[in-house]
C-alpha cells in the first residue's frame, strides 16, 4: 500500500508539474520515476485521482487534476521525487500590513490553513489560490518579525 500511495503522491506532482497530453506519456514519466506501471493500472490511479484532460495555456489538451483546467505549470520542473522531500514554500514578502506568500503549486491551500490554525494573533486571515497566498496582518504588527517567524514554520510544512 505504500507504493501505491507513493505512486499516487508521485503522480500527482507529474501532472501538475508537466503537460502530458497521453497515458504513454504519463507511463515514460513514471518510468523515470521508477514506477513501472500498467496502462491499466495508470487508468484506475487516473479514476481514483479523478484526473481530467482540460485545454491548457497553448490550446493542447493534458491531464489534470480536479479544479484544475487552466493548471499554472512550472517552467522548470524538478523530478517528482524531488518535489515530494522539498517543502511547498518559496517566499513571503509584505508591503505594509499585506503580505504575499509564494508556494509550489497545488500547497497554498494547505499552507494557508496551517497558518490560519497557528498561534499568530497579529495575522488577521488568508486567502489562498494554487500557488499563492495573500496575508493580511494587523497594523500594529512587525511585518519584518513576522516574516522571520513564518519563515522558520513555513520551511517545515
Known amino acids: ?3 501505491k500511495n507513493e505512486r499516487l503522491a508521485t503522480l500527482k506532482m507529474l501532472i ?3 503537460e502530458l497530453s497521453s497515458q504513454h506519456e504519463v507511463l515514460q514519466a513514471l518510468r523515470k520515476e521508477g514506477y513501472h506501471v500498467t496502462q491499466a493500472t495508470l487508468s484506475r490511479d487516473f479514476k481514483q485521482l479523478k484526473v481530467a484532460k482540460a485545454a491548457s495555456m497553448n ?3 493534458v491531464y489534470v487534476l480536479p479544479n484544475e ?3 499554472k505549470r512550472v517552467h522548470k520542473p524538478l523530478s517528482a521525487r524531488e518535489m515530494l522531500h522539498t517543502p511547498g514554500f518559496i517566499s ?3 508591503s505594509g500590513n499585506m503580505g504575499v506568500i509564494k508556494t509550489r503549486p497545488g500547497y497554498a491551500s ?3 490553513y496551517n497558518i490560519d490554525n497557528a498561534d499568530f494573533p497579529e495575522i488577521l486571515g488568508t486567502i489562498a489560490g494554487d500557488d499563492t497566498i495573500f496575508i493580511v496582518i494587523d497594523e500594529k504588527s512587525n511585518p519584518e518579525e ?3 517567524n513564518l519563515n522558520d514554520i ?3 510544512m
Open 92 to 94: 513571503i514578502h509584505f
Open 146 to 148: 513576522l516574516e522571520v
Open 1 to 3: 500500500m505504500k507504493e
Open 110 to 112: 494547505s499552507l494557508a
Open 69 to 71: 483546467t487552466m493548471y
Open 154 to 156: 513555513l520551511n517545515f
Open 59 to 61: 490550446g493542447e489538451y
Open 16 to 18: 501538475s508539474s508537466h
